[in-house]
């Protein structure tokens, strides 16, 4: 003995998976749109004025990064965002400052990172390149 389906099973079946993928969707997006366009998140980078003190460092990053990608000084700095890291080692005071270079949303490509010697004691020696990760595409 068949059963009767509903003429409406269907049709409702796939609006309610659209609307599911939809909603999963936008739980777990990363970025919020905004009348201006994409707003950065809580976290999600670090602020101008907690970077501004690592200047130097993200100068020379993006100058490294445009030699090799063969683009301006200018354009990284359109379609990239630094963040400055500091890795500590077991000398107190010491370490390396690394600069990432990441990609802004709706940008393709790689975000290289510039690791420089980072000792409080010593500031003129923060400009010293000792670790570099730049084979990303």
Known sequence: MKTKRH???WPLMAVVAVAALAAGYAIGSHERYVAGGLQQTQGDADSDSEIAHFEPQIQDAIHRWSVKSHLTEESIRQIHRPRAMFIPTR???????CIELRLKPGNVGGSPVYCYQDDFFKPDERMSLIAEYSDVE
Do not use: E, I, R, V
């Open 7 to 9: 003429p409406f099973q």
């Open 91 to 97: 000398n107190q005071g010491q370490g390396m400052l």
